[in-house]
């Protein structure tokens, strides 16, 4: 009954291949982010979607394409894989905004990927 | 440009003793904040949360304080508990969404705590 569940755990693959990393959240929420968590520890936010909807997009390269079928999924996409990489992804999902604030987000176990 | 400092890369803290990181950041549009707590090959996990027109927040052994003046904040742990060996992270985020709750969190290195029973 994983809420937040990414797939697969880790990756090896090499320069120039494309993968794909796979998110599916239970828990009803509309936002669905991906984070990186680069080799320095820093994580970062690279997409939002809300409803399917991208809502952010920060500075990615466009090798990075995010796809949401339904709410309830976001999947990342990476073409012509480069060794910097080589991070760890998150996914998470928040509900959306009410009176108390910011909701949480919640987040996966993460996908260690490293390109060879 | 780190927005969210954790100068404190690691903690020890004795079992049944306070713990207390602490957390800088530097733009003063960030309006609420938030700790995580990550396990080893785990991902974060929301512990508790301060909207910045408050200056303490409690959740039973964990309390943050906000210092606004300063661009503080601080979570306090008491008492530790081995259980509680883990990196936190310290979380901000600016003032407006980016549409039905949609936002954008800037995290802080974390400061990996190690609580010695």
């Known amino acids: 009954d994983t809420a937040v569940s990414q797939t697969p755990k880790y990756l090896v693959t090499q320069m120039g291949n494309d993968k794909s990393i796979k998110c599916e959240q239970n828990l009803g929420h509309d936002t669905m982010y991906w984070y990186k968590q680069d080799s320095k520890k820093f994580l970062k936010i690279m997409f939002s979607?809300?409803?399917?909807?991208?809502?952010i997009n920060e500075t990615v390269p466009n090798r990075f394409s995010p796809k949401s079928p339904d709410k309830a999924h976001l999947n990342l996409h990476i073409n012509s894989l480069e060794l910097g990489d080589s991070a760890v992804y998150f996914c998470?999902?928040?509900?959306?905004?009410?009176?108390?604030?910011?909701?949480?987000?919640?987040f996966g176990q993460g996908t260690r990927l490293t390109v060879v | 440009d780190q927005q969210v400092k954790q100068n404190s890369p690691s903690l020890s803290v004795q079992e049944g003793r306070i713990s207390i990181l602490n957390c800088d950041y530097t733009n003063s549009m960030f309006d609420y904040f938030l700790w995580y707590k990550k396990y080893p090959a785990e991902g974060p996990t929301f512990l508790i949360s301060?909207?910045?027109?408050?200056d303490k927040n409690e959740d039973g052994r964990f309390t943050v304080f906000l210092n606004k003046s300063a661009k503080h904040l601080s979570l306090h742990i008491v008492p530790s508990q081995p259980g509680d060996s883990a990196v936190y992270f310290c979380a901000a985020s600016a003032g407006t969404d980016s549409g039905a709750g949609s936002y954008q969190l800037t995290f802080g290195k974390g400061t990996k705590l190690s609580v010695i029973p």
């Open positions: 301060i909207s910045s027109i408050k």
């Open positions: 998470a999902s928040s509900p959306n905004r009410g009176r108390a604030g910011y909701p949480e987000a919640f």
């Open positions: 979607y809300n409803n399917k909807e991208l809502i």
